[in-house]
């Protein structure tokens, strides 16, 4: 079974831009959830899809923003970039009524 | 407000020997636990999770116990391998399937 998949992998974007990072989850997961990885912050949660609609959200600017399609893959974007929004972002799925999240490799966006 | 700590940020341990990391976490709602091992340039990956209902739980070289009283949750790698080098995350969470996660213990086997 393939993994989740994001991407790109690597984003170099300047201030004041948009980005939007893509994330294919496992076959049969309908629950897609997005972190923020900063060094000496751990992994920070964004928010969680579940079959198309947002179940819950971390404490993140409404800069920071997300959808799932009916095929389970997930967006990301983020409006007006800044540079403390530089860090891996990384999506992880998970089956129905499990507990265990599966990561993707992330994308490492930098800020100029 | 960190939720979920994990206060030791590196441990070296010579192979073969048993490796603790601890995690300790303060919201008394969190009933679901869970180890994440992370390379480099890799995402986590899922090693080993705890209900609240039980204070322990192993699979092969892991084991994790969950002290509830103490907020306290450890996980034993025996023996350890230096393979098992990586940044260890603990997470935690309340039934919403929002995980708070720590900020890691970085672990280094010495061969």
């Known amino acids: 079974k393939a993994g989740v998949t994001q991407t790109p992998r690597y984003l170099i974007k300047t201030r004041g831009q948009q980005v939007t990072l893509s994330c294919s989850p496992i076959?049969?997961?309908?629950?897609v959830s997005w972190y923020q990885q900063t060094p000496g912050q751990g992994l920070q949660f964004l928010f969680e899809?579940?079959?198309?609609?947002?179940?819950n959200k971390g404490n993140f600017p409404g800069r920071f923003s997300g959808r799932q399609f009916s095929n389970s893959r997930s967006e990301m974007n983020v409006s007006t970039l800044e540079l403390g929004d530089s860090a891996l972002y990384l999506c992880?799925?998970?089956?129905?009524?499990?507990?265990?999240?599966?990561f993707g490799p992330g994308t490492r966006l930098t800020v100029t | 407000d960190q939720q979920v700590k994990q206060n030791s940020p590196s441990l070296s341990v010579q192979e073969g020997r048993i490796s603790i990391l601890n995690c300790d976490y303060t919201n008394s709602m969190f009933d679901y636990f869970l180890w994440y091992k992370k390379y480099p340039a890799e995402g986590p990956t899922f090693l080993i999770s705890i209900s609240s209902i039980k204070d322990k739980n192993e699979d092969g070289r892991f084991t994790v116990f969950l002290n509830k009283s103490a907020k306290h949750l450890s996980l034993h790698i025996v023996p350890s391998q230096p393979g098992d080098s990586a940044v260890y995350f603990c997470a935690a969470s309340a039934g919403t399937y929002k995980y708070i996660f720590g900020t890691g213990t970085r672990l280094k086997v010495l061969a």
């Open positions: 076959s049969g997961h309908r629950s």
């Open positions: 992880a799925s998970r089956g129905t009524d499990n507990y265990e999240q599966y």
């Open positions: 899809y579940f079959s198309e609609t947002q179940r």
